[in-house]
C-alpha cells in the first residue's frame, strides 16, 4: 500500500504505541484525571471537613439512621472527592463489621434527566449478582424508584448515596423521595444522602419539604489559596516521568487556578491537557510556555460539553454573543437580549439556518445562565426604558472560536 506522500506505510506499525512517546511522557496518568480519588494522605487541606462529614454519617457503619446532608462549594473545592472519599472509608470499615452497607453515587451532571439520574444511582447501587435490572431506557422514574427500594431492602443494612451536582436536575424530587425514605415506610433500613451543588445559594432554590428533611445539615468548601493549589497539584507530578514536567510548570498552574477562585479542577485539568499536548506533538518535556496553548483548548473542551445537550442553535446565539464581546473590548461588556439577536441572526444568515422563534430562543438564552456558559441580569430602566436583560459571556471569546469551527454546518 502507497501513501499520498509517498512515504512508506507499514499496517504493522500503526497502532504499536512504543511508536509515539506516551510511555516517555506518562509514569500513571489516572493521577491527572479529575475522577481519580487519591489516596487519604494526598488529599490536602481537607481534614475537618471530612471528619465533620464521617461524623453525620458514622451510624450507618452499625446499621443505624442518620442525617443527609448537603455541600456546597465552588467548582473544584474537592467536594466530589470529598463525598467519594467518605463513601469508601465507610465501605472499608463496614468490611469489619456485620453490617452490609450499600453506597451509590451519581453526577446528574452527566446524567441527562431525572429520570436517567435514578436509573445510575440504582446501577450503581445494585450488587454484581443483583436479579433487579436497571435498563437504560423503557422504565419511568417511579419504576426504577420500586427497583431500588428493592435494592436496598434485599440486600443492605444501612445504604449512603451521593448525589452530585444536583443543581443540573430540573426538580429536586428524587432527593426529597430518597431522603425521606425511611419516614415513609418504603425501606427498612436507613438512608442517607450527600447532596452536592457548585452553586451556593442552590438551597434557595430547593422545595420546602426537600430542605426540611435536609434540615440544616450544610457544609460549605472554600475555595483553596496558591499554597494549597500548590501542594494539591504536586502530588500529581508523578504522573509524569522524571525530568518531564518543568520547575515553572506548577506554580504557574497553581497561580492560574488560584485566580480562579481556588479551583483544583482547572489546575489537574490543565495538567492533564499538557500531558497530551506533549504525546500528540511529541515533546519529551512539559514546559512553562506550553500552557497558554492548552488553556485555550481545556476551555473549549469545557464549553462543548456543556453545549453538546443544548438544541444546536445554541452554539449561534454564543458565537454571537461572542462576537459582540470581541467587538467591544473595554466596554463593561453586558449586551442586551435585543443586539444579541440581531447579532445571532446574521450569524443564522451565513449558515443558511432558518432562525429559531423569539420564544425559543430566549429559551436557549436562559439555559446558557443556567449552564453558567452566560450570567444574566435584569436592568429596571425606569419610565420609559422599561425592564430589559442583560448578559455576559463568561468564556473568552477566542475559546467560543473553536466551538464555532466545531459546529457543523449540517446540524443546524
Ligand atoms: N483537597 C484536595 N486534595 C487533593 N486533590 C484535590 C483536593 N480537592 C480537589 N482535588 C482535585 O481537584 C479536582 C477537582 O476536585 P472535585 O472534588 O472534583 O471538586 P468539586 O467536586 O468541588 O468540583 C479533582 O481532580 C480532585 O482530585
Ligand atoms: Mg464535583
Not at 500528540?280 to 481545556?298: Q, W
Not at 441580569?377 to 455576559?392: I, W
Request: proline fraction near 4%; aromatic fraction near 6%.
Amino acid at each position: 500500500m502507497t501513501s499520498d506522500s509517498g512515504e512508506d506505510y507499514d499496517p504493522e506499525t500503526l497502532f504499536d504505541t512504543s511508536r509515539n512517546n506516551r510511555q516517555q511522557i506518562y509514569n500513571n496518568r489516572e493521577l491527572v484525571d479529575t475522577n481519580h480519588v487519591p489516596a487519604a494522605d494526598k488529599i490536602v487541606g481537607r481534614k475537618e471537613e471530612i471528619q465533620r462529614l464521617a461524623n453525620v454519617v458514622s451510624p450507618l457503619i452499625d446499621g443505624q439512621p442518620t442525617n443527609s446532608v448537603l455541600i456546597y462549594g465552588k467548582t473544584g473545592t474537592g467536594k466530589s472527592l470529598v463525598a467519594k472519599h467518605i463513601m469508601q472509608r465507610l465501605e472499608v470499615e463496614a468490611e469489619q463489621r456485620p453490617t452490609d452497607i450499600g453506597t451509590a453515587y451519581v453526577n446528574c451532571g452527566s446524567a441527562n434527566g431525572t429520570t436517567r439520574a435514578v436509573r445510575n444511582i440504582g446501577a450503581s447501587l445494585a450488587p454484581e449478582m443483583s436479579s433487579v435490572s436497571f435498563p437504560t431506557r423503557g422504565l419511568s422514574t417511579d419504576e426504577y424508584f420500586e427497583r431500588i427500594w428493592e435494592v436496598v431492602n434485599t440486600h443492605y443494612d444501612s445504604v449512603i448515596i451521593t448525589v452530585d451536582e444536583v443543581d443540573m436536575l430540573r426538580d429536586d424530587s428524587p432527593l426529597m423521595v430518597l431522603s425521606r425514605a425511611g419516614e415513609t415506610g418504603v425501606v427498612d433500613v436507613p438512608i442517607s444522602i450527600i447532596g452536592i451543588s457548585n452553586k451556593i445559594n442552590y438551597r434557595d432554590q430547593m422545595d420546602e419539604r426537600t430542605k426540611s428533611s435536609f434540615g440544616h445539615r450544610e457544609f460549605v468548601f472554600d475555595p483553596y489559596d496558591a499554597a494549597q493549589l500548590r501542594e494539591i497539584l504536586e502530588h500529581r507530578r508523578e504522573a509524569f516521568q522524571e525530568n518531564v514536567l518543568g520547575d515553572a510548570v506548577i506554580p504557574r498552574i497553581a497561580a492560574l487556578a488560584a485566580k480562579e477562585h481556588g479551583d483544583a479542577r482547572k489546575g489537574v485539568n490543565l495538567l492533564f491537557y499538557l500531558g497530551e499536548h506533549a504525546v500528540e506533538e511529541g515533546y519529551d518535556e512539559i514546559t512553562e510556555a506550553m500552557i497558554d496553548d492548552v488553556r485555550e483548548l481545556a476551555d473549549a473542551e469545557r464549553l462543548n460539553s456543556l453545549i453538546s445537550g443544548l438544541p444546536s442553535h445554541a452554539r449561534l446565539i454564543i458565537v454571537a454573543l461572542a462576537a459582540l464581546t470581541k467587538g467591544d473590548e473595554g466596554t463593561d461588556q453586558w449586551f442586551r437580549t435585543s443586539d444579541i439577536f440581531d447579532t445571532y441572526e446574521i450569524y443564522c444568515e451565513r449558515e443558511g439556518a432558518d432562525p429559531l422563534s423569539g420564544e425559543r430562543r430566549r429559551q436557549i438564552l436562559d439555559e446558557l445562565s443556567f449552564l453558567e456558559i452566560t450570567e444574566a441580569k435584569t436592568n429596571h430602566g425606569g419610565k420609559n426604558v422599561g425592564t430589559y436583560k442583560e448578559h455576559r459571556l463568561m468564556y473568552d471569546p477566542d475559546v467560543v472560536e473553536h466551538v464555532y469551527d466545531a459546529t457543523d454546518p449540517a446540524m443546524l
